[in-house]
């Protein structure tokens, strides 16, 4: 499994919708795989969506 960049913790796999990514739960960051467009803008939605995620 892939390690955070930032803090070297496992990254978690995540789906949201029809998405899967990564993200690690430790620091909040988030990596959206490269085969979709690169939308810098929606990095905050997902970013939001994993903070509810963790949240709850
Ligand atoms: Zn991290």
């Known amino acids: 499994m892939d390690e955070c960049p930032r803090c070297q913790s496992p990254l978690e796999r995540l789906s949201l919708g029809e998405v899967t990514t990564i993200a690690c ?8 795989p490269v085969d979709h467009e690169s939308k810098p803008v929606e990095i905050e939605s997902w970013r939001d969506a994993f903070n509810r995620f963790y949240d709850s």
Not at 25 to 32: I, L
């Open 25 to 32: 739960g430790r620091c909040g960051f988030a990596d959206v």
